[in-house]
């Protein structure tokens, strides 16, 4: 081992994340399943302002939080550029990284779960924030031009997650009518063989969804 250690979850878009940039960068890494009912003293130890997953160890130094990991697998370890090197350009990437984290991810998530008659007006948020990436993408093979960047890592939520959860939920939130530009780097996205190597199991995510909707359903109203 490397000395690197990545306390995750499979399946979690942050722990994706952060394997993706050690991959990206050819850094070997021990992974280490955290249960989050039951966190370990490692974790709690690792991390204890928010006690939460990914925490990357690096020679017993622990940096926490995905887009903060990211960017110091990028500087700490040789191998190709997650971010851009150009100051102006690094600045717009972390931007738009910390609005899918901030204002997207939370909306969209919200919105697929949601019932009732809050539904509509949390589709209407998440249509908001999703018709800014989509402006964003106009004219955009990836977020940062021709070859899959920073955003691109830190979208993998609504890049592979989305479609997912809408199929167990019954919830439909995208569309290539609403959103063509997100649509488009959606279908590049997924088809970029960096991108199959580095995602878990499309049929084990479903599954799991898909008995979080029947366990909802099943608590009395």
Known sequence: MSGVKLLGVNGSPASQRVEWALKIK????????????????????????????????HNDKPIAESLVIIEY????????????????????????????????????????????????????????????????LKDKKFFGGDN?????????????????????TGVVLVTSEKFPNFCAWRDEYLNCDKVKENMPSREMLLGFFKSRVQAAAAIPK
């Open 26 to 57: 050819g850094v070997k890494y021990e992974f280490i399943t955290e249960d989050l009912q039951n966190k370990s003293p490692l974790l709690l130890k690792s991390n204890p302002v928010y006690k939460k997953i990914p925490v990357l160890l």
């Open 73 to 136: 697998i990028d500087e700490a370890f040789e191998g190709p550029s997650i971010l851009p090197k150009d100051p102006y350009d690094k600045a717009i990437a972390s931007f738009w990284a910390k609005f899918l984290d901030d204002k997207c991810l939370p909306a969209v998530w919200k919105a697929l779960w949601s019932q009732g008659e809050e539904q509509e007006k949390d589709k209407e948020e998440a249509y908001e924030v999703l018709k800014v990436l989509d402006n964003e």
């Open 148 to 168: 899959i960047g920073f955003v691109d890592v830190v979208a993998n939520f609504v890049g592979f997650w989305i479609e997912i959860v809408e199929e167990a």
